[in-house]
């Protein structure tokens, strides 16, 4: 089994950095591509950022120039910083490959962005 725990979240003002961990466990993971992904209150789970097992990032366009999603392989840990975070960045955020397995969702981890 593989499991994905989040970390990082917390309540932050307009403006304000955050930045998220995932580590990553289990005998079966082997390196692939991961992303972040996030789901607020009223809707739909949305993929935040992605990155190749190489480094290679891609963004949601609402994010892009904000948030760096980065991946230390050694230790089998998922990234993100987010910085100039805005209300609407408010959500639960989870870990997982790119693909999105339903096996691997996790509690995820609350970010609020509010005055």
């Known amino acids: 089994q593989v499991h994905f725990v989040e970390s990082g979240g917390g309540l932050v003002q307009p403006g304000g950095s955050l930045r998220l961990s995932c580590v990553i466990s289990?005998?079966?993971?082997?390196?692939?591509?991961l992303a972040w992904y996030r789901q607020s209150p009223l809707g739909q789970r949305e993929l935040v950022a992605g990155?190749?097992?190489?480094?290679?990032?891609n963004y949601l366009p609402s994010v892009k120039g904000r948030f760096t999603i980065s991946r230390d392989n050694a230790k089998n840990t998922l990234y993100l910083q987010m910085n100039n975070l805005k209300p609407d960045d408010t959500a639960v955020y989870y870990c997982?490959?790119?693909?999105?397995?339903?096996?691997?969702w996790g509690q995820g981890t609350q970010v609020t962005v509010s005055s």
């Open positions: 289990g005998r079966d993971y082997v390196p692939l591509p």
């Open positions: 990155i190749t097992t190489g480094g290679l990032p």
């Open positions: 997982n490959v790119l693909s999105g397995r339903d096996e691997y």
